[in-house]
Every structure is written in C-alpha cells, then in structure tokens.
T-cell receptor, first 114, second 113 residues
Framework: NAGVTQTPKFRILKIGQSMTLQCTQDMNHNYMYWYRQDPGMGLKLIYYSVGAGITDKGEVPNGYNVSRSTTEDFPLRLELAAPSQTSVYFCASSTGQANNSPLHFGNGTRLTVT | QQQVKQSPQSLIVQKGGISIINCAYENTAFDYFPWYQQFPGKGPALLIA?????SEKKEGRFTISFNKSAKQFSLHIMDSQPGDSATYFCAARSIGSARQLTFGSGTQLTVLP
C-alpha cells in the first residue's frame, strides 16, 4: 500500500521556469491538499480539493495552480517560478468523512528556485 | 487570519525526561486539535488528537491537555526517548471547513541519550 506518492523528491528551477509537482494516492480519498513548509513557519495550505473536478484556494495560492481530473491525482503547477517559492511541498489526502479523519502526507518535494 | 501559536521553537530534553510543547489558538470555531510528528525527510504523521469536550487524552507516553477557557492545549511526552527526536506540529480544524487544518509553526525536539 503506497499511500501518498510525490514526485520528484528534489528539483532546482531557474527563475521564470515552470514545473508540475505530481501527487497520487491509492487510498480512494476524496479530499486532497497541497501544503508548503518553510522553516519556522509550519505548514501553509496552498490549494485543496474535495473531489474530482472540485478545487479551491487555501491560505497561500498565489503563483500556483491545481487540477483534479481523477480521484487519485492532484498535481500542483508553478507557472513562473520565483525565489519565494523555494520550499518543501507536501501533498496530503483524507477521507473527509468525519472531523477526525487524519491527513496522510507524502514525503515531500524539496524545490529550490535560483 | 486564523492562527495557532506554538512554543517553544526548539526543545532539548534528556532521555527519560518530560517534553512539553504548548499551543494557543484564537478562533473559537475550532473543533478538533491534532498533533503531528515529522521525522527528517518524511511527511508529518498523526500522533494524537483531542476534541474540545474532553480535558485530557492519553496514548502511551503521549498526553494532550486541553484548556478550553484559556484556548490552550499542550503535548506532554513522558519518559522521552531519543527516538522521539522529531518536529512536532499542533493543529486545529475549523468547524464547517473542507477539513482544513491550521498548523502551528512547529517544535524541533531533541532527546539526548
């Protein structure tokens, strides 16, 4: 059982380049999330989805886009990379069926923009 | 902006000691308070959680204490072990949201052997 899988693990981008961070889960979870983690700042929600075809902005959505065409996949797109997007990105999923449904996180993608 | 404030930022404890991490929140519409544990190179994983209708929850060496009137909750790790060395995040979930969590800033715990 793979859980939440993120690719790539590491990536270096030049300013202005674009890329897609991939996230897939095999637990048939309806809810999926993208967070970014910066030192001393905790985890900030970028975008989330409550099901295929439905996405919404989180706390820090600027500079990012998402899509949810299937239950399993929730890619995060960076169109014009900026140094401020240097961070560790985590994808997570949950059943969302109860208030206490836990988030299951992937192992993250470490992105550096130079 | 809803906030969850966490302290301390880092904590060093001797093996066998008690580790205490504190969090405070501002939004009374939070109804679920989990703690997540993160090891280097890994994503966070749920450690223990509490609902505001109870004042304490214990699972093994880990205990959450919850003070609803003060809007504070804390994680106590009894008999701390080197394997507990990790970053700990408190979080709070808003009523009626799409299961969104607001996370604290994290505490890096080091347990010395």
């Amino acid at each position: 059982n793979a859980g939440v899988t993120q690719t790539p693990k590491f990536r270096i981008l030049k300013i202005g380049q674009s890329m897609t961070l991939q996230c897939t889960q095999d637990m048939n979870h309806n809810y999926m999330y993208w967070y970014r983690q910066d030192p001393g700042m905790g985890l900030k929600l970028i975008y989330y989805s409550v099901g295929a075809g439905i996405t919404d902005k989180g706390e820090v959505p600027n500079g990012y886009n998402v899509s949810r065409s299937t239950t399993e996949d929730f890619p995060l797109r960076l169109e014009l990379a900026a140094p401020s997007q240097t961070s560790v990105y985590f994808c997570a999923s949950s059943t969302g069926q109860a208030n206490n449904s836990p988030l299951h996180f992937g192992n993250g993608t470490r992105l550096t923009v130079t | 902006q809803q906030q969850v404030k966490q302290s301390p930022q880092s904590l060093i404890v001797q093996k066998g000691g008690i580790s205490i991490i504190n969090c405070a929140y501002e939004n009374t519409a939070f109804d679920y308070f989990p703690w997540y544990q993160q090891f280097p190179g890994k994503g966070p994983a749920l450690l223990i959680a509490i609902r505001p209708d109870v004042s304490e929850k214990k699972e093994g060496r880990f205990t959450i204490s919850f003070n609803k009137s003060a809007k504070q909750f804390s994680l106590h790790i009894m008999d701390s072990q080197p394997g507990d060395s990790a970053t700990y995040f408190c979080a709070a979930r808003s009523i009626g949201s799409a299961r969104q969590l607001t996370f604290g800033s994290g505490t890096q715990l080091t347990v010395l052997p």
